[in-house]
C-alpha cells in the first residue's frame, strides 16, 4: 500500500524558511515523480513543484520560482520542499503527491494528506 | 500563464448524469486529469488523459477533450460523488501544471 507522511509544517514569521519532508513507503521510490500541491484555506488546489524519480528534472509554478526548491533522497524514500522568503499568501495545506510514473509531467495517483504551513506575523 | 475555468458548482439529481467542463485555450491539444475531493479529505485521481480510469475507478467516470473544453462525465450519479472535482493541465509554455477552479458537485 503506498503511504505518503508529510511533516515538517507549522508556524513561520514572512521572511522565513522551513523545509517540508514527504517520506514515502509501499513503491519503488525512484521510479515515480514527486509532487507538491497547496490548498490554501477555504480555496481550491495549486500545483507548486514536481520532480522526476531520477531528480533530472524540476519543476516550479510561477508564484514560487526562486524562492522554493524540491528535491528528493531516493535512498531515504522522501523528497523535500525547501521553502525560502516564506509570504502570507504561501499559508496553505501543502500535499505530497505520488506521479503515476517516473516523469514529473504525469498525473497524481496517490495523496498524502498533507502538512499545514501558516506565514504570520 | 495559462488560465483553466470550471463552473463554481453543478447540482444533479441521483441516477442522472453529471458534466463537469474545464476550458482553456486548445485545451484539446493537452492531456486533461481530473481529481475528486470530498471534505478534509486528500484529492483522489478519478480520469486521466482526458478519458483513461485508474484502476478501482467505477466506469460511471469518463471524459472527453475537444477544442476549448474537456469535460469529466458522471453517469448515475450517487449521493457519494458529492465532491470538490478539479481539473489538472500541463502549461507548456510555462513547464508547469496549471489546475483549474474547482467545481463542486451537489447530489439532490
Known amino acids: 500500500e503506498v503511504q505518503l507522511l508529510e511533516s515538517g509544517g507549522g508556524l513561520i514569521q514572512p521572511g522565513g524558511s522551513l523545509r517540508l519532508s514527504c517520506a514515502a513507503s509501499g513503491f519503488t521510490f525512484s521510479g515515480f515523480a514527486m509532487t507538491w500541491v497547496r490548498q490554501a484555506p477555504g480555496k481550491g488546489l495549486e500545483w507548486v513543484s514536481g520532480?522526476?524519480?531520477?531528480?533530472?528534472?524540476?519543476y516550479y509554478a510561477d508564484p514560487v520560482k526562486g524562492r522554493f526548491t524540491i528535491s528528493r533522497d531516493n535512498s531515504k524514500n522522501t523528497v523535500y520542499l525547501q521553502m525560502n522568503s516564506l509570504r502570507p499568501e504561501d499559508t496553505a495545506v501543502y500535499h505530497c503527491?505520488?506521479?503515476?510514473?517516473?516523469?514529473?509531467?504525469?498525473?497524481?495517483?496517490?495523496w498524502g494528506q498533507g502538512t499545514l504551513v501558516t506565514v504570520s506575523s | 500563464s495559462y488560465v483553466v475555468t470550471q463552473p463554481p458548482s453543478v447540482s444533479v439529481a441521483p441516477g442522472q448524469t453529471a458534466r463537469i467542463t474545464c476550458g482553456a485555450n486548445k485545451i484539446g491539444s493537452r492531456s486533461v486529469h481530473w481529481y475528486h475531493q470530498k471534505p478534509g479529505q486528500a484529492p483522489v485521481l478519478v480520469v486521466y488523459d482526458d478519458s483513461d480510469r485508474p484502476s478501482g475507478i467505477p466506469e460511471r467516470f469518463s471524459g472527453s477533450n475537444s477544442g476549448n473544453t474537456a469535460t469529466l462525465i458522471i453517469s448515475r450519479v450517487e449521493a457519494g460523488d458529492e465532491a470538490d472535482y478539479y481539473c489538472?493541465?500541463?502549461?507548456?509554455?510555462?513547464?508547469?501544471?496549471?489546475f483549474g477552479t474547482g467545481t463542486k458537485v451537489t447530489v439532490l
Open positions: 503527491a505520488k506521479g503515476i510514473e517516473e516523469a514529473a509531467t504525469n498525473p497524481l495517483g496517490n
Open positions: 520532480i522526476s524519480g531520477s531528480a533530472a528534472y524540476t
Open positions: 489538472q493541465v500541463w502549461d507548456t509554455s510555462g513547464d508547469q501544471y496549471v
